[in-house]
Nanobody, 124 residues
Framework: QVQLVESGGGLVQAGGSLRLSCAASGRTFSNHAMGWFRQAPGKEREFVAGISWSGVRRYDADSVKGRFTISRDNAKNTVYLQMNDLKPEDTAVYYC?????????????????WGQGAQVTVSS
């Protein structure tokens, strides 16, 4: 089992920045690729960014490319999502997830463990 706890969400004006953190405990953190997903009201959960166990391989959704950056610190068992130039359409609950394997993935079904979610609200 991997337990995940997100922090860093909140309310920000359009054009602002936030950094989400996800602290992991339980099984060896570095054995798992990690990802961030988000879900807006009335919409399906969607992929935002993923990172391999080593941090070498990363994937971003087209909607956040150039604005969001995923990173990880295996010594601290933590994964981050730096979000810059936020837009109202980025408003959602953001979920941290741990994959079953080491390789980064965009696919929701590749992720076995999920955090409780952090609300991000961007005002116009």
């Amino acid at each position: 089992q991997v337990q995940l706890v997100e922090s860093g969400g909140g309310l920000v004006q359009a054009g602002g920045s936030l950094r989400l953190s996800c602290a992991a405990s339980g099984r060896t953190f570095s054995n798992h690729a990690m990802g961030w997903f988000r879900q807006a009201p009335g919409k399906e959960r969607e992929f935002v960014a993923g990172i391999s166990w080593s941090g070498v391989r990363r994937y971003d959704a087209d909607s956040v490319k150039g604005r969001f950056t995923i990173s990880r610190d295996n010594a601290k068992n933590t994964v981050y999502l730096q979000m810059n130039d936020l837009k109202p359409e980025d408003t959602a609950v953001y979920y941290c997830a741990a994959a079953r394997g080491e390789g980064a993935s965009r696919l929701l079904h590749d992720y076995a463990y999920w955090g409780q979610g952090a609300q991000v609200t961007v005002s116009s």
